[in-house]
């Protein structure tokens, strides 16, 4: 397991597809659907999650990623936090500054002390947003546009707070349909020239406007709901997807990308994949 991050690259993060260094991941030791708090989990209730299945899968993904130069710090599970996977909610890097989240349901409510801890044994500076609710599958960044979607677990309050404390960012809300839980479930930012986008979950004026700043890849509705749009993109056109997903991996590769397809449907089964399931502080 990796743990050291040196002065010089503490924390880096301008945008999601740069080449991925070091990222924060937590393995689903105790994973379970305790409470459903999101729309796939209350396809999968009854079913409930494999643990072990989910353990392993999550360890393939590990494995992927280290196999690609990419440093993987591993939070300690805790039976109290059977979300605790979903890292990327607890926190988000904005250049070179780590915010840890506020967390909106109380059954995730935690989980950051968990983040925080580490961070304070390695020394690490952050920032705790601890006024209104915000988690960090809603943050997007590219630059200096950070995409922030308002939803159930992230308040209007808290991107007005945030615009305060990034004067030197362009904040820029977005609307969608709050049933998809986060941005990153619907719209992610694959390129400075591409982003994947399921459409339906936006108004037409939003789908308008981010087709001004991107080449938008669409993603259909059987695919919206296996995930298709929470790909991890780890540098070089690299891009983390599900087997399932295969007209997202097709359009994809349609446009040059290198699709590294990894079972994940356990894991999805509770809301999230790749992307849910990792949060970066180093991006170069």
């Known amino acids: 397991m990796g743990d050291t991050i040196t002065k010089r690259d503490q924390i880096n993060c301008e945008n999601e597809y740069g080449t991925l260094k070091k990222v924060v991941l937590c393995e689903p030791q105790y994973m379970e659907i305790r409470e459903v708090i999101n729309n796939v989990q209350k396809q999968y209730k009854h079913e409930n999650i494999d643990q072990e299945l989910a353990i392993a899968q999550h360890r393939n993904f590990e494995q992927t990623l280290k196999s690609a130069g990419v440093e993987v710090i591993k939070l300690k599970p805790s039976k109290d936090h059977p979300e605790q996977v979903f890292t990327r909610d607890i926190g988000f ?3 070179n500054r780590l915010f840890i989240s506020e967390m909106a349901n109380p059954i995730r409510q935690g989980e950051e002390k968990v983040l925080a801890h580490w961070m304070n044994k390695h020394n690490i500076a952050y920032k705790k947003l601890s006024t209104d609710s915000i988690e960090g599958g809603d943050v997007i960044v590219d630059g200096q546009h950070v995409f922030i979607g ?3 677990r992230t308040c209007k309050s ?3 707070s945030l615009q305060k404390e990034l004067p030197e960012f362009k904040i820029l809300p977005i609307q969608f349909n709050p049933k ?3 941005l990153d479930c619907v719209f992610n930012i694959l390129s400075s020239e591409e982003a994947l986008i399921y459409p339906d979950a936006f108004d037409p004026k939003t789908v308008e406007f981010l087709a001004s700043m991107y080449n938008l ?3 259909s509705e059987s695919e919206q709901f296996t995930m298709g749009t929470n790909v991890l993109s780890i ?10 997903n295969r007209d997202v991996n097709y359009q994809m590769r349609q446009h ?3 699709v590294l397809e990894v079972d994940f449907s356990e894991i999805i089964k509770s809301g999230g994949s790749f992307r849910c399931c990792s949060m970066p502080i180093v991006r170069l």
């Open 158 to 160: 808290a991107i007005q």
């Open 180 to 182: 998809y839980l986060h």
């Open 217 to 219: 890849i669409e993603v």
């Open 93 to 95: 890097t904005l250049g």
């Open 235 to 244: 540098g070089q056109k690299r891009v983390l997807s599900l087997p399932m």
């Open 256 to 258: 040059g990308y290198d």
């Open 150 to 152: 308002i939803s159930h």
